[in-house]
């Protein structure tokens, strides 16, 4: 689970730009709060749709997903990361009227299960066991306050970006393949797992070379 400290609306979707490195969609029943998120991620070029509730959310999702699948449909050979997900990021309020974030992102999650969802919450604890109970999964969370800057590092992934550093993996290489935060979070695994067991092998290696020496 990762947890990230740190502080964009419309009753109808307010349509992103042309031109974006990817799209984000926003749900929060604050109307200060959508502003300043997506004035935030529009200057950092991401295209944002942001509403003010629960309800126009899951509705926005789904005629998104099915554009998606019309335009995959005409075009299967585009294999572009933004064809996959319809948003690169879903960030949910915890608790707004008509249908809390939870239940969002289940109807989310019931039609793509690969749909990366951020939760932005006051109530870290509660949220983190109802993502569990109810969706069968821990989701990322964004602890209310946080700054711009901890909102653009969470929804770039500077995180992994930087965890791969250490591993020596050619970072400019993997922004250029544009992978998905869930490819990413992949190869992390993999890259750890790796070093885990080369680890492993050289601490037999060691024991083997002093009970011969």
Request: hydrophobic share 35%.
């Amino acid at each position: 689970m990762n947890v990230y400290k740190g502080k964009g609306t419309a009753n109808n979707p307010i349509q992103p730009k042309s031109k974006a490195i990817g799209r984000i969609l926003i749900a929060d029943d604050d109307a200060d709060t959508v502003l300043t998120y997506k004035s935030a991620l529009e200057k950092a070029g991401y295209g944002v749709i942001a509403v003010d509730n629960g309800e126009d959310c899951a509705k926005a999702y789904m005629e998104e997903f099915q554009k998606l699948r019309i335009s995959r449909a005409e075009d299967p050979i585009n294999t572009s990361t933004h064809w996959n997900q319809p948003f690169e990021a879903v960030i949910l309020d915890y608790r707004m009227p008509q249908m809390n974030g939870m239940e969002v992102a289940k109807e989310i999650l019931a039609v793509n299960p690969h749909q990366r969802i951020i939760f932005a919450s006051a109530y870290i604890q509660e949220t983190v066991k109802d993502s569990v109970k109810e969706l069968k999964q821990v989701v990322e969370l964004l602890q209310k306050p946080f700054s711009y800057q901890v909102l653009l590092d969470t929804v770039s992934d500077k995180q992994i970006y930087n965890r791969l550093k250490k591993y020596n993996v050619n970072i400019g290489l993997l922004k250029r393949a544009e992978l998905s935060h869930e490819q990413l979070v992949e190869v992390f695994n993999i890259m750890k797992s790796s070093r885990k067991v080369d680890q492993t092998e050289d601490d037999e290696e060691e024991t083997e070379n002093k009970q011969d020496g």
